[in-house]
């Protein structure tokens, strides 16, 4: 197969001639020189057969649906496609540099946001935002000054939220209201774009594709998010209390470990919005950003009282007080997009007592056969 790759040549060539898994930019993958890519934290998607029992090249595509039985090809690689799948970071490794001093490192991370900002604006693309009405997003669609959508089922928290960050933030806002078959109709278009059957991905991935539609439907060319926020400045309960979700002993080892999933997650989102015709933007995945947040000390990602607090001191300086401190809900729980799918479920006769009911609600949609359910009643 020839040459091809989602990322800019050059920045490519370069990162494999210096080893630099942060060479600038938003990512990268694909094939370059004879050789499969894909950067260090996997923002562009990479799939490759599984099957290597052949003599010829591994195939290997940017969607998982052309190939007979498709993985990810690990972040921080780059190897021949004849040559056994590497480890992930084989080529690139995550740097761990030294944090700075507090006030060095905000100065930092916002210079890295306005660089991450500049260079979304610096493409041709009319751009759209998902608002969810929580900072991350709040400071994606200020910086970039673009119009503002939420999705959700009317009475969600998202909803609510969006209309008082955008009416605090002096914004129009487009109220995307979802309905139960809104979700029917979706859930085939996701499975097959992404290639996630498992009700938690689907959960995700659904507010994405609906909201990308009325994006797309609306003449816009891209949808931007504030994906990696939680993963890069310490969003998560468990980079505080760490428990058992996490091998870290301290804060900043745990933001790490979120860090690492990232290359797992953002093919999931960003083959969902390319199903609806829209190019992906997320501004807080610039590599200059990333850079950013592996320099912040522990005082400026989490602690008991405040998550990324680095960050939204950084965003007050574009935001209202209220929305720069705002906490956000899971995109599938705040947009009641996991209720709804569950009680779908439930309706079709997939009984919560049925293991992994959802899962097995979300293959039935998928397929024209019976599928496993509780027979004794097909009422919620």
């Known amino acids: 197969m020839t040459d091809e790759l989602r990322g800019d040549p050059a920045t490519v060539r370069d990162a494999i001639e210096r080893a630099d898994p942060l060479p600038g930019g938003t990512g990268f993958s694909g094939r370059v020189d004879g050789r499969l890519v894909r950067d260090i934290l996997g923002r562009e998607p990479l799939f490759v057969d599984a099957d290597d029992s052949a003599d010829e090249e591994r195939a290997w595509s940017f969607e998982p649906a052309p190939l007979e039985d498709p993985v990810l090809f690990p972040a921080g690689a780059a ?5 056994p799948l590497p480890e992930p970071e084989s080529y690139w490794s995550l740097p761990d540099p030294e944090p700075y001093a507090p006030e060095r490192a905000l100065a930092s991370l916002e210079r890295a946001v ?6 979304a604006l610096g493409t041709d693309h009319d751009i759209a935002v998902a608002f969810s009405g929580g900072v991350d997003s709040a400071l994606v669609a200020e910086l970039l000054d ?3 959508y939420v999705v959700g089922f009317p009475d969600s928290h998202d909803v ?5 960050a955008a009416d605090a933030m002096g914004r129009e806002l487009t109220v995307v209201e979802l309905e139960p078959a809104d979700l029917e109709r979706a859930v085939p278009e996701v499975v097959r774009a992404t290639g996630r059957t498992n009700a938690m991905d689907v959960q995700i991935a659904l507010p994405l594709y609906l909201v990308g539609e009325r994006v797309a439907a609306d003449g816009f060319d891209a949808l931007a998010v504030g994906q990696g926020a939680d993963e890069l400045f310490g969003g998560y309960e468990k980079v505080v ?3 058992h979700r996490v091998d870290a002993e301290t804060v900043r080892g745990a933001v790490r470990e979120g860090i690492r999933s990232l290359p797992d997650q953002l093919p999931r989102d960003v083959l969902t919005i390319e199903a609806t ?3 992906p933007v997320a501004p807080l995945l610039h590599d ?3 850079e950013a947040a592996l320099r912040l000390p522990d005082e400026l990602l989490a602690d008991t009282e405040e998550r990324k607090r680095g960050f939204r001191r950084v965003a007050a300086e574009h935001l209202p007080a209220e929305v720069a401190q705002r906490d956000k809900k899971a995109v ?3 947009s009641l997009v996991a209720r709804e799918l569950d009680r779908l479920a439930r309706q079709a006769g997939y009984k919560r007592r049925i293991d992994d009911h959802v899962d097995k609600y979300v293959a039935a949609l998928c397929s024209d056969g019976p599928t496993e359910r509780d027979s004794s009643t097909t009422s919620s």
């Open 277 to 279: 015709g829209l190019e």
């Open 114 to 119: 306005e660089t991450a900002a500049d260079a």
């Open 332 to 334: 599938q729980y705040g």
């Open 146 to 148: 673009a119009p503002l």
């Open 160 to 164: 609510e939220a969006a209309r008082t």
């Open 79 to 83: 190897t021949s496609p004849a040559d």
């Open 288 to 290: 200059a950003v990333i």
């Open 241 to 243: 209390r760490l428990d």
